[in-house]
């Protein structure tokens, strides 16, 4: 065991908690908010931070802390969300309680309970909302009639590359409004709501912020991808900067145009069409995000594993860990798997995968483990651990130097 090494530290740090446990690295956390920041203030621009990615209100707190002044608020993932840091969350923020002011809802919702929510949330922060079609205003518009507040309302234009028209859409599936013409009038019905408020633009690439192009699976589509990015990323500059000026010319100029996220932080920095720029993943870098060639020259340090036990042996060479399967969502795929990291060499079993209650493991040679060791792993995506575990233990060198809830341990569960 190198004395180095992470995993190495972060068996010193675990002591005897219990297993299995997950732990954030607060040095490579802070690294990567440094790493993430740079381009975002290089270019002037906002930061708005992905609650999504991290599930942590402390966690949230310490990266809007060492951020600073760039960060503007928080995207949040459902209005329960919105409302808990538009209230009570504020305060689980601590220091950065101030980030809750300015919250942006980031994908849509028609049901009245969450349109009551997201008026209601109003009253004490601005809690944006984003839409893309007509039918989705009505619910809101009747919330905050009811309410007496107004909800400011943000459209999302879709990004998705069409380059041989509508036979291949390199994307992904969100708003429908592809033109400045399709925003426009869709701004022109918001302002034309007096409990709603045209407030500004999404233009999210997910095309080049979060599909990863030097992946280790499927390797030979990596150059396709990245040829892809390259074509698409004029597109995506040209959309956005159509849809602004149309709203202008009409007098309707977006307050905020928001898109990016850790897989494009540095070209989204550049492109001017954009007052903020979101990231959320990059913090606690799951290991989807080792695989970005617009992140190869200053690589994320990982900073987000948990540990399980050992628990059997199987046979020589095999051990078997209890528990393990915390397989991320999205379009399934051995990349969705964790990651064992520690002790190095330790492969997951393509039979068998990383299993909701036995992972086993193949060792590599020399490599002894005994039997209650714990073996580290990382998750494939940053923010979906939180609802695994309770708490996250952090860790400073090859100390635990304290701990942090996740929604799950403050008893939120925002999505149902
Ligand atoms: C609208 C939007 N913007 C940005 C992001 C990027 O976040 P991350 O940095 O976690 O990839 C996401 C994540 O899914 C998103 O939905």
Same mark, same amino acid.
């Given at each position: ?44 621009? !906002?930061?708005?931070? $992905?609650?999504? *990615?991290? =599930?942590?209100?402390? +966690?949230?707190?310490?990266? &809007?802390?060492? #951020? /600073? ?54 009253r004490h922060a601005h809690a944006k909302v984003v ?56 701004? !022109?019905?918001?302002? $034309?709501?007096? *409990?709603? =408020?045209?407030?500004? +633009?999404?233009?999210?690439? &997910?095309?080049? #912020? /979060? ?139 393509? #039979? ?65």
């Amino acid at each position: 065991m190198g004395v180095g090494e992470p995993w190495a530290r972060y068996l010193r740090a675990l002591g005897r908690e219990p297993l299995p446990s997950a732990l954030v690295d607060l040095d490579a956390l802070e690294a990567n908010v440094d790493r993430l920041l740079a381009p975002v203030v290089a270019s002037g621009k !906002r930061l708005r931070l $992905a609650t999504k *990615s991290v =599930r942590c209100p402390a +966690l949230l707190e310490r990266i &809007a802390s060492r #951020a /600073g002044e760039p960060v503007i608020g928080l995207m949040t993932y459902t209005a329960g969300e919105t409302a808990y840091y538009a209230g009570e969350g504020a305060a689980a923020l601590g220091a950065a309680s101030a980030i809750a002011r300015d919250l942006l809802l980031a994908y849509p919702t028609v049901h009245p309970a969450d349109a009551a929510l997201l008026a209601e949330a109003n009253r004490h922060a601005h809690a944006k909302v984003v839409v893309d079609e007509l039918a989705q205003l009505a619910p809101l518009a009747a919330a905050a009639r009811q309410a007496g507040t107004s909800i400011p309302v943000v459209i999302e234009l879709d990004l998705g590359w069409r380059p041989l028209g509508r036979a291949l859409h390199l994307g992904v599936r969100r708003s429908p409004l592809r033109s400045a013409g399709e925003v426009l009038a869709l701004a !022109r019905a918001i302002a $034309a709501e007096p *409990s709603l =408020r045209f407030a500004g +633009l999404m233009g999210y690439e &997910a095309q080049l #912020a /979060g599909l990863p192009d030097t992946a280790p699976t499927r390797a030979w589509q990596n150059p396709i991808k990245r040829a892809l990015k390259r074509g698409s990323r004029p597109a995506v500059a040209r959309a956005r900067a159509e849809a602004i000026r149309a709203l202008g010319a009409a007098g309707l100029a977006p307050e905020l145009v928001n898109g990016g996220g850790t897989g494009s932080v540095a070209w989204s920095s550049k492109d001017e069409t954009l007052s903020e720029i979101t990231v959320g993943s990059g913090f606690l870098a799951g290991h989807l995000f080792d695989n970005y060639a617009e992140l190869a020259h200053a690589p994320l340090s990982p900073a987000l594993h948990f540990a399980l036990q050992a628990v059997r042996r199987p046979a020589p060479r095999l051990i078997t860990c209890h528990g393990g399967g915390f397989i991320a969502s999205g379009a399934t795929g051995e990349d969705r798997q964790p990651l064992p990291v520690g002790p190095p060499g330790c492969r997951l079993l393509a #039979a068998e995968g990383a299993g909701e209650v036995q992972t086993p493991l193949a060792l590599p040679a020399g490599v002894e483990v005994a039997l209650g060791d714990p073996i580290f792993f990382r998750p494939a995506k940053s923010g979906e651990l939180a609802e695994h575990f309770d708490e996250y233990l952090l860790v400073r060198g090859d100390h635990l130097e304290a701990r942090a809830p996740t929604y799950r341990g403050l008893g939120r569960r925002f999505l149902g």
